[in-house]
Each structure stands twice: as C-alpha cells, then as structure tokens.
C-alpha cells in the first residue's frame, strides 16, 4: 500500500471513513449490501495494510470518524488491535456489528481498545420479524442480550434500523424498542437496492410512502428523547426545512464524496458502501490522493454535473439526492428515484437555492454510522 500524498489542496477531509474490514458474516441478512458469507473473502486488507490505512487517516487535520464495519467485524481477530492503533493515532474509531458475538469478554475489549460507540441493527420491532429479515432464528435474543451487556459495561450503542416496503409500517415501533434496548441514538436507513437487495421486488415502493414515513419521524423527532437520523434518505434535510424546524445534524443529506468516503475489504475505495462504482485502490494510491483527486468525487461535488431533478433543485446543496439509488436506476448523477419534490425551476415558481456547498457541512456533534455495515 503506497503511503497518503496530498493531492486535495484546500479541501477539507471528510468526517467519516467507513471501512469494510470483513465480508465475513454469521448472519444471512436480505438486504446485505455485502453479499456478506461466512467465511471472508480473499484479497482482505492484511493486518499490516489496514495498520498504513489507519496512519494515513490519522494525517488528516482533523482526523476523520473511522467507522470499523462488515460484514460482521468481531470475526476479524485483529480489529479491536486496529482499534487500539486508531485510538493511539488520535483517530475515533466506532464498531458496527450485528451483535451476536458480543459477549463479557469483548465488551472489556471495546472498552479497552478506546472504541466511542457500537452500532447494532435492528430491522423488526419483535423476534418474528428481525429474524426473518436478518435470515438466523435468535438474531433478536441476541441483540437484546448484547445490549444488556453493553448497558451493564457503560458502552453506549446505537440502534440502525432499514426501512424497506415490508417493514415501513413499523418504524415507531422499531424506535419504541430501540430505546426500550437503551440506545443512546436511532438511525433510520432507506434501503438501497444493492448487493442481496438488488432483486427485491418492492425495493422501490412508491416515492410517497418514504416520504409519509419520514414525515412522521421529524414530527416525533422532538420528543423521542434519543439522538435521531435519517440515513441514506437525503430528503430529510429537505423535509425539515419544509417543516420549518431546525435542520437535522449532520448538515447535508448525500455525503458520498463529500464528507464520506468507504474502504472495501479489499482496499477498494467509493463514495459511499451502496455505491458500487471505484474511485481508486488502496494497493495503487494513497488514501487522500484518492478522496481530493478521484474523479468519481469530483463528479459528486460539482453540481453541474448532475442530471433531471437533482440538477435544478433548490435543495441540492442541503440534499444532494441519494447517489447509490439514482445507480440502481442507471446514472449515479441522476434524480433520486425516492423524492417527489418537484423543484421550483421546474414548477415555475423560479429557482431558489437553500444550504451552502456542501464542504460548508458542520461535523456532527457525535460518532455517525452511515453505510454501516452490520
């Protein structure tokens, strides 16, 4: 792996690396967008690869949230010694794990290895229904188990949860049991048809339904009493401004490129995990020559680029549009297939620009988990 070179000039770094430090999975999920099986893949990023990835993140000023995910990350038998490494660089490292394999023993190491936060998924507010979506009979006894464990060890955890036709109905009570669980945060997923999702047939419901479902979330989002947000659904930023409420955290909607960037298991780099297109490798350029000159990135960032109804809205600047939907309709710089906004330039009202580019984004106020894995 050849060492970070700044190739970025005064671009600022992004908030969030995620990185895939695993495909191997003990779950079977129908929405993995990792195809993830059980055992891993390979070409994985050795340990003395993922050491140099860790060090070139830490060059960055400041150093961006590294989001250690999978595929299932506890099956890698170094990755809380990678934690440890990131933790020691000054980078904040956080986990996202379907939760089955915690036990006493690893959360001592979580805690030991400097980790700020876990992330577990929970995709049905009972057993019936996150067992059927995660595809393994007591994948819910374990999440509680897990979380049980992480209370008792002072962990804080955050409960990810992705919305998808079949269970849209249930997203109150899905939020209902995450705090119930104790999690400190409830991040809500749109699904992104990729990976296992790619040949689900409701993937794209009505754009409508989404947009009911996120309505409601904002009007429950003052008093849910956990840290919100809403994940791969751009047009929230849209809707809170519509709302006439305080933007959400975070500050944009699409960060791919833009603030985010993703690892793959085998050094393989991208805007984001949804969005199967490369900007570079790990193996041939450094990791900030990657995110300043990829041209992948310098496409999302330029507006111009953009094509139909992402290209002329008002909100570009706060949305973007999700970047992995518009690929599964064939064009990564085309509309967002989920939103029904009509932009005014095409509804002639005129044109009208909301938000500042999209490097003016405040960092959040706490670790995030976008395009987690598990």
Request: glycine share 12%; net charge positive.
């Amino acid at each position: 792996m050849r060492p970070g070179s700044e190739a970025a000039g005064s671009l600022p770094p992004p908030r969030l690396v995620a990185w895939e430090t695993t495909r191997a999975c003990n779950l079977a999920c129908r929405h993995c967008r990792a195809e993830a099986i059980a055992s891993p893949l390979p070409g994985e990023l050795d340990r003395s690869e993922a050491e140099s990835m860790i060090r070139q993140i830490s060059e960055w000023k400041p150093a961006p949230v590294l989001i250690m995910s999978g595929g299932e990350p506890l099956t890698r038998p170094d990755v809380f010694d990678l934690a440890g490494l990131a933790r020691d660089l000054g980078v904040t490292a956080v986990l996202s794990t379907n939760g089955t394999l915690l036990d006493r023993e690893s959360c001592l190491r979580v805690k030991a290895s400097g980790l700020k936060r876990l992330s577990m998924s929970l995709d049905g507010p009972d057993a019936g229904s996150h067992d059927a979506f995660r595809g393994v009979p007591g994948a819910f006894a374990s999440l509680v188990s897990a979380s049980a464990l992480l209370n008792e060890h002072g962990i804080p955890f955050q409960i990810n949860s992705t919305v998808t036709p079949g269970n849209i109905s249930q997203t109150e009570g899905m939020l209902a049991c995450a705090k119930a669980l104790g999690a400190v945060a409830f991040h809500v997923f749109l699904l992104v048809p990729v990976g296992r999702a790619r040949d689900w047939a409701e993937a794209f419901p009505p754009a409508g339904d989404y947009e009911a479902a996120l309505k409601r979330l904002k009007a429950l989002e003052p008093d849910m009493g956990v840290e919100f947000k809403a994940t791969c659904a751009p047009q929230y930023q849209r809707i809170a401004r519509e709302s006439g409420t305080a933007p959400p955290r975070g500050g944009k909607g699409c960060l791919g490129g833009q603030g985010f960037m993703f690892v793959a298991h085998d050094g393989a780099c991208g805007a984001c995990g949804y969005l199967p297109v490369s900007a570079g490798s790990l193996r041939e350029k450094g990791i900030r020559e990657i995110y300043g000159g990829s041209p992948l990135f310098a496409a999302l960032r330029d507006k111009s680029r953009y094509r139909g109804k992402c290209a002329v809205c008002e909100y570009w600047g706060v949305c973007g549009g999700c970047r992995a939907r518009a690929h599964a309709m064939g064009d990564y710089l085309g509309e967002e297939p989920l939103c029904p906004h009509v932009p005014k330039a095409l509804s002639g009202a005129g044109p009208k620009r909301e938000g500042g580019p999209a490097q003016g984004a405040a960092r959040p106020a706490g670790p995030d988990f976008a395009a987690g894995g598990a």
